[in-house]
């Protein structure tokens, strides 16, 4: 998608802190941090959301969850926890309309989120 920005890192047209990439997907950490690790996982296909999850393309979500698994033990919050948040929508709170999961770690995190 020519204006998604996500698109335009993984095409490479905007730089990113990449700690992952298959033929699938691509992980990168958040530039606004809001723990001390903050990481985004996303499909290379441009999905606007999960709203538009259906049986074709729903195997890149499990795919995502095999790839969180493998970088919080990587990254050492395994253990202690961790939180994987998807914002949908406005009401939401998604910024970017390419779906994404946030994995947030290393402190405490509060519930519920605002
Ligand atoms: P959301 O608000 O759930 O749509 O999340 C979008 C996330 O993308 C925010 O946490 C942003 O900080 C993050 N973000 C936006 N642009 C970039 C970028 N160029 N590199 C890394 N993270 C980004």
Redesign the pocket.
Known sequence: MEDC?FCK?IKGE?P?NKIYEDDKVIA?H???KEAPVHF?VIPKEHIESVNVINEKNSLIVSHIFLVINKLVSELGIDKQGYRIVN?TGEDG????NHI?F?VLGGRNLTWPPG
């Open positions: 920005i890192i905007i990113s990168f958040d530039v606004n985004l914002n709170g998604q910024s970017v994404h946030h």
